[in-house]
């Protein structure tokens, strides 16, 4: 049976891609002194930006920038021919950044949203892909440094435990909205519950926010070289070797060969598989023994990860996993992330599936994830945000561009 790289649904996908993405970008205005990127394609950036409830709630359209989406956007519209974006992505941001280094996760052209969450540590990674790709063109500068290094040392004063490790805000702030892991609920109660009171995911220590940091921290130590400022490399050159040791100390579970969110208050892991508990691994922070164990035991498992449509956001073996449109425990109102396939943890574990030499792995991930977008492209004329990662059915939010545009990687890693 031939792959779908080598179908017309395939290159239908790919020209879509390539027709599309650059509808996401928009030019300058209000706040955004510079290009900015809406996840959702063909819609009016911040169109509901004086309304109480934005689209994204109603409809699944997402009308304002945000942090992860825009970041990882702008890496795979480089294959989409646009150049720059990443600089630009990172200067809006920083231009919005507070005194105490807090940058908000969701702007628009003329209003804050999601008042009091950061802005997720990516933002030094994205700046140094810009800098690697473009670099006579991508600027660092004092003025960068110390904006990034102003905002990383947020998270030091505002989400870091005593025990070294961090923690996001609420589970909303960590963009996995309805993360099980983080929700972590003792009893399944199906259908709406506003009560967040109950939920402990302001206080657990996740595998997702720590690794990512770590890779954010060896990202700093890149861009300080390049800035000539060798005092400020070697602080987060260590500060990343620190968080990695963290990591596998308190967060690693030898029985489970996964990485648990910690609850401090239990003292106990939250031992429930999630893809953000694959983090460690997906950033690179761990040893090869355990990496390889990560891969073989739960990521290309069946039993836990592996679906027919890709790897699916919470494992089959959960007894909460679910393909609901919208989460079924603990967050109606949010895109469900308690099951579904989404392209952005398949993207990034294909990139660490190659990083670690798993070549035939990340082709099969590659494969069903293509196949599964340019069926449902081919049946509803449109990309969805999240899929049935069984049966690879599109589920909720339409017109949805962001980190699927790094189906493109996907493609390039079939061809």
């Known amino acids: 049976m031939p792959t779908a790289s080598t179908t017309a649904q395939a290159k239908k996908l790919k020209g879509f891609f390539l027709e599309k993405a650059k509808s996401c970008i928009h030019e300058p205005k209000g706040l955004l002194k510079h290009r900015f990127v ?19 709630s109603l ?17 795979a519209s480089v294959k989409a021919g646009i150049e720059g974006l990443a600089q630009d992505v990172v200067e809006n941001f920083l231009s919005l950044q507070e005194g105490d280094g807090h940058v908000p996760r969701t702007v628009s052209p003329s209003r804050i949203w999601d008042n009091g969450d950061q802005c997720k540590p990516f933002l030094a990674q994205t700046l140094l892909f810009a800098a690697r790709q473009s670099p006579k063109s991508a600027s660092i500068d ?26 996001w805000r609420n589970v909303l702030e960590s963009g996995v909205d309805d993360n099980l892991a983080l929700l972590y609920p003792l009893e399944a109660a199906k259908g709406e519950n506003d009560d967040i009171a109950n939920f402990p995911d302001g206080r ?15 990202a700093m130590n890149e861009l300080a070289k390049i ?16 968080l990695a040791e963290k990591i596998d100390s308190l967060l690693w579970s030898q029985e489970d060969s996964i990485y648990y969110n910690y609850d401090p208050k239990t003292k106990q892991h939250c ?58 425990y603990g967050r109606v109102i949010c895109s469900n992330w308690q099951g579904p396939m989404w392209v952005l943890p398949n993207a990034l574990i294909a990139r660490a599936l190659v990083r670690e030499k798993f070549f035939k792995d990340a082709q099969r991930i590659a494969e069903l994830v293509v196949n599964t977008l340019a069926t449902g492209l081919e049946a509803k004329g449109t990309l969805f945000e999240n899929y049935h990662a069984d049966t690879g059915e599109p589920l909720f939010a339409p017109q949805f561009m962001s980190w699927n545009s790094l189906c493109l990687e996907l493609l390039s890693i079939l061809e």
Request: charged share 25%; net charge negative; hydrophobic share 40%.
């Open 38 to 56: 809406t996840p959702s394609y063909d819609v009016v950036a911040g169109a509901d930006d004086s309304s109480e409830v934005s689209d994204r």
């Open 59 to 75: 409809t699944g359209h997402y009308l304002q920038m945000y942090d992860w989406d825009a970041c990882f956007f702008a890496q």
């Open 142 to 167: 004092n003025r960068h440094l110390e904006g990034l290094d102003c905002y990383l040392k947020y998270f030091d004063a505002k989400r870091k435990h005593e025990s070294g490790l961090y923690f």
């Open 204 to 218: 657990l220590l996740a595998a997702d926010i720590n690794a990512y940091l770590v890779a954010e921290f060896r």
């Open 227 to 242: 800035g000539g400022n060798e005092k400020m490399a070697a602080e987060y050159n260590a500060k990343a070797t620190a």
């Open 271 to 328: 031992r429930l598989r999630a893809w953000t508990g694959l983090c460690p691994v997906i950033m690179g922070t761990t040893n090869k023994e355990r990496t390889q164990a990560v891969i073989e035991k739960n990521i290309m498992s069946s039993d836990h990860f592996l679906r027919s449509a890709g790897i699916a956001s919470v494992a089959a073996s959960e007894p909460l996993y679910n393909q609901a449109k919208r989460g079924l």
